[in-house]
């Protein structure tokens, strides 16, 4: 196979060409010289002890301590979630402090973009608005949020976002996320050796710890985001390798934190660097994000995005990416190796991040500012140590910016908004549902397909597709993010999003920001008409193409707040009947989601929107039918285009001379 069909991306493409004819390896190359550890890659393997590591190759066998099958696969799981939820959670706790420094003026640079923000989520955690200042409140607010990750006991706050319904479940469950960093903590003590041996049980704590994540950790994140750097709104921007600058100074942001990108922003825009750029040759400076750090970028300001998770080593290769700026997650060690072969300077910037060989110019949000300067100035510096020059030219324009309080305004203004139109859409049978399809790239399939393909289907067949991660990225660099992806859409799809003025692919934010499709779905299951509760709606979450433990943290907070959740590539525990069982059939008795691991394409497709159509025909919505609707939208004005150029002098409003039969 040629490499350059190890993607679907244009860019990458290209990109995959040059570095065969280069011989530098990349991602692509070295999943083929690492061969999948057969017994680990199926849950099978448990490394909890130095009795150990025991592999288990077939049912029945045990451990040294007696561990089963179903223990050993049940204990990975969780402990890969419980990694997961850490990650993302730890994200919210920085963020906080952030929040906390600005209340106390301790952190120069940054400050309340969103102050009716601000006070909603303050009121959601009971910290008194009426009356006070922005920093008063912001204090408050930022030390309530340190506090749910040390909650001991009780509920965390925002939980209450969630349908009654749904919260019964989960009392009844006995999985309610009581404090953040205790869910996690706790999976870690459970799966030490000589504990939790009950693999439902062990999975219930999966449940919780991934709840703690969806419903706390990362929806803090978000909110805390939205407050220090604005709620997103929909604004043009572009994506692809193809945005990066021939003749200026490249810096790319790469990770998940937007409190340094956001500084770098602003830096890269002070005439002052811009001058020492030119000083240098360059003329000017050019920013582009890469993975979720751009989808924090792209969502507020409009960042350009060079692409998602396999494009990090694919940038490197053009030769032009002065620094590569990165701060936590998703970061390839092996972008210095590629690096090293270039100019390009891997700069890592988190406390917690560093990797041999890269440039660390750490990161303190207390003289952030500054340090955004020192960043951009060093890349500057790299400039006239550019060698050859290698850049894709093709980009894609995307519209971003779908927050969930976007995606109630466009629906009402702020005369009427809410999400009662798209729940009518969905009860007519306009919209046959939603889907929300989100997370990573693997290099184990091919690059980019499995979005795709996915995302077309499920709009040819009138489901409403939310999009965050990578999943997104992906999509807009194939155009599927613009109001010209309609073409794609079935007749009622296209109804609506011509009426609402959407596109019918919403780009919702970064993976942390999974919390806003978590938001949209409790108020749809509130707003009437989509029976009660989240596991109602003819809705289903994907990850196709997922390879971080983020994403079964994701994963499983969604299952757990009653999605249907279908990931791709393969199953981590696939060696245990059991408990494929149990996150499946067990965990929809329980929770009213499930849990499965589809490699198929065409069966993940299917299996979505049999599942919709079911949740449909139990609300007694009438049956899909892709005939009964679209006969309004842009017909009569695709009639008119084509009777002009047929050479017709009409109008578009009078249509005179426009057959009814063609309009
Ligand atoms: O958090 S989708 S590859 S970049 S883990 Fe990583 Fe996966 Fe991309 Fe963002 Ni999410």
């Known amino acids: 196979m040629a490499k350059s069909d190890r993607t679907v991306s244009p860019t990458a493409k290209i990109m995959l060409e040059k570095a065969a004819e280069m011989g530098v390896s990349t991602a692509f190359d070295r999943v083929d010289e690492m061969k999948p550890c057969p017994i680990g890659s199926k849950g099978m393997c448990c490394k909890n002890c130095a009795m150990g590591p025991c592999r288990l190759t077939k049912d029945g066998q045990v451990g040294i301590c007696g561990a089963t099958l179903e223990t050993v696969a049940a204990r990975n799981l969780v402990r890969s979630i419980a990694a997961g939820a850490a990650a993302h959670s730890d994200h919210g706790r920085d963020l906080a402090f952030v929040l906390h420094g600005v209340a106390t003026g301790e952190a120069p640079g940054y400050q309340i973009r969103d102050e009716f923000k601000l006070r909603e989520v303050a009121r959601d955690l009971k910290v008194e608005v009426e009356g006070r200042t922005k920093e008063d409140i912001a204090l408050d607010l930022a030390e309530k949020v340190l506090a749910q990750f040390g909650q001991q006991s009780g509920e965390l706050a925002l939980v209450a976002r969630a349908p009654k319904k749904r919260q019964e479940v989960w009392h009844k469950a006995g999985v309610t996320p009581r404090g953040i960093d205790r ?70 942001i790469h990770g998940h934190e937007p409190t340094l990108s956001e500084m770098i922003v602003d830096a890269v825009s002070d005439p002052e660097m811009i001058e020492y750029a030119k000083s240098k040759g360059a003329k000017g400076i050019t920013l582009a994000g890469m993975c979720c750090t751009s989808n924090e970028t792209l969502m507020r300001q409009g960042v350009p995005s060079a692409g998602n998770f396999l494009d990090q080593e694919l940038a490197i290769l053009t030769g032009a990416v002065e620094a590569m700026v990165v701060d936590i997650q998703c970061i390839m060690q092996g972008l210095v190796a590629v690096a090293e072969g270039f100019h390009t300077e891997v700069i890592t910037t988190s406390p917690k991040v560093m990797i041999t060989g890269a440039t660390h110019m750490e990161f303190d949000e207390h003289r952030a500012p500054e340090i955004a300067r020192e960043i951009v100035k060093a ?50 049978g306009r919209l046959r549902g939603v889907a929300g399809v989100v997370g990573c790239n693997n290099p184990r399939v091919t690059h980019d397909e499995a979005h795709s393909r996915i995302v077309k289907e499920f709009l040819k067949n009138d489901v409403l597709v939310v999009q965050t991660g990578c999943g997104a990225l992906c999509n807009a660099k194939l155009g599927l993010l613009l109001g010209e992806a309609l073409e794609y859409a079935g007749p009622g799809l296209r109804e609506i999003c011509e009426t609402v003025g959407i596109p019918p692919v919403l780009h919702m934010g970064s ?93 993940t497709i299917q299996k979505s929107l049999d599942h919709i159509d079911k949740k449909r025909a139990a609300l007694g919505l009438p049956e899909y039918d892709p005939a009964r609707f679209g006969r309004s939208g842009d017909r009569r004005f695709n009639a008119w285009l084509k009777a002009r150029e047929a050479g017709a002098e009409v109008s578009p409003y009078s249509m005179a001379g426009v057959t009814v039969e063609e309009a």
């Open 183 to 252: 869910e996690i903590v706790e999976i870690m003590h459970r799966t030490h050796i000589g504990n939790d041996q009950d693999a439902e049980h062990i999975l219930d704590q999966g449940l919780r710890a991934a709840l703690g994540d969806g419903w706390g950790g990362s929806m803090l994140a978000t909110e805390v985001s939205d407050i220090l750097f604005g709620t997103p709104s929909p604004l043009v921007t572009e994506i692809s390798l193809g945005v990066l600058s021939e003749d200026e100074v490249n810096i790319v």
């Open 379 to 428: 890349a500057i510096d790299n400039f006239p140590n550019r060698g050859p020059i290698f850049i894709p030219s093709a980009t894609e324009d995307l519209v971003p910016g779908f927050s969930h309080e976007y995606i109630r305004y466009a629906l009402g203004g702020y005369y009427r908004g809410s999400l009662r139109p798209l729940n009518d859409a969905i009860m007519s």
């Open 511 to 603: 993976c942390v920001d999974n919390g806003r499709i978590l938001t949209v779905l409790a108020e749809m299951a509130t707003e009437g008409g989509l029976g009660d509760d989240i596991s109602d709606i003819p809705g289903v979450g994907l990850a196709p193409e997922w390879m971080s433990e983020k994403a079964l943290s994701i994963a499983t907070y969604f299952v757990a707040s009653g999605v249907y959740t279908i990931m791709g590539v393969k199953s981590p525990v696939e060696g245990s009947e059991a408990v494929t069982d149990i996150i499946g059939r067990g965990w929809e008795e329980k929770i009213g989601g499930k849990l499965e691991f589809e490699p198929d394409i065409d069966k």
